[in-house]
């Protein structure tokens, strides 16, 4: 995963917003998913279709594209065009009113679908449907606890102050909710293969007597210039990076 900085939406997304909420039926509903069985009904359902629905979503998934480096917010593969954009709810759209049509809660996620071993299964936002999770990439410090492993896991090395529920939350939300690994997972292969890549990289340098501090930094200056990082950028990310701190 890597951070990812929210800036301001697309104008026209703004003023579509900002009409959306002088609406009175807007401020009629529910701040926050009604507790009652009965006035749940039709919460998620009101607030998609007669409003979230109505936002311009071309200009979101621009948007999101450029603030993501082409990567999903998630697993961090390709995001190739606007069209492979699926517009993820942070905090789920049928929890709440604000939220469901604020994009500072908008990420772009992939179509949810890998392959582990012979199998299709889902992630992402594709699994995650309406869960709520703690792990967020758009808070800077979480992602710098992002952590992997030589055969391509990742996993949070959770700093001092964190609770024991907080680190079983993360833990849950990279291993169910979004399911990040696997031992056969598309996923953590293509992240081993591009740990391997970043370690062979500083291995080369090694050896031409050219691996210094600056040349590191280059390395990860040239990735974070991109329009389009490669695919699990956050891999090499963090291996140069934790180079950076041992040296």
């Not at 002088?22 to 507790?35: N, Q």
């Not at 293969?193 to 340098?205: D, T």
Request: aromatic share 8%.
């Amino acid at each position: 995963m890597i951070y990812i900085k929210k800036g301001p939406p697309h104008r026209d997304v703004a003023l579509k917003v900002a009409e959306i909420k002088r609406d009175p039926k807007w401020k009629a509903i529910p701040l926050t998913r009604p507790t009652d069985p009965q006035e749940q009904r039709g919460y998620g359902s009101t607030l998609r279709t007669n409003y979230f629905d109505q936002l311009p979503k071309k200009e979101i998934r621009a948007t999101l594209l450029r603030e993501q480096h082409y990567l999903c917010a998630y697993c961090m593969r390709k995001l190739p065009n606007e069209d492979s954009v699926i517009i993820e709810h942070w905090f789920p759209l049928s929890e709440a009113r604000d939220t469901a049509i604020d994009p500072q809660n908008f990420l772009g996620s992939c179509d949810g679908v890998y392959s582990e071993g012979q199998e299709r299964r889902s992630c992402c936002d594709d699994n995650k449907r309406g869960s709520c999770i703690t792990i967020d990439p758009r808070k800077e410090w979480m992602m710098d606890c992002v952590q992997y492993e030589h055969d391509g896991t990742i996993y949070f090395d959770a700093p001092v102050g964190l609770s024991e529920q907080q680190k079983l939350d993360i833990d849950n939300d990279i291993n169910k909710v979004l399911c990040l690994n696997g031992k056969e997972s598309e996923l953590t292969i293509g992240r081993e293969r591009v740990y391997r890549s970043a370690k062979n990289m500083l291995e080369k340098l090694r050896i031409k007597n050219r691996c210094s501090v600056s040349a590191v930094q280059k390395l990860i200056q040239n990735i974070e210039a991109q329009e389009q990082y490669p695919e699990y950028a956050g891999v090499m990310l963090f291996y140069y990076k934790r180079w950076l701190k041992n040296h």
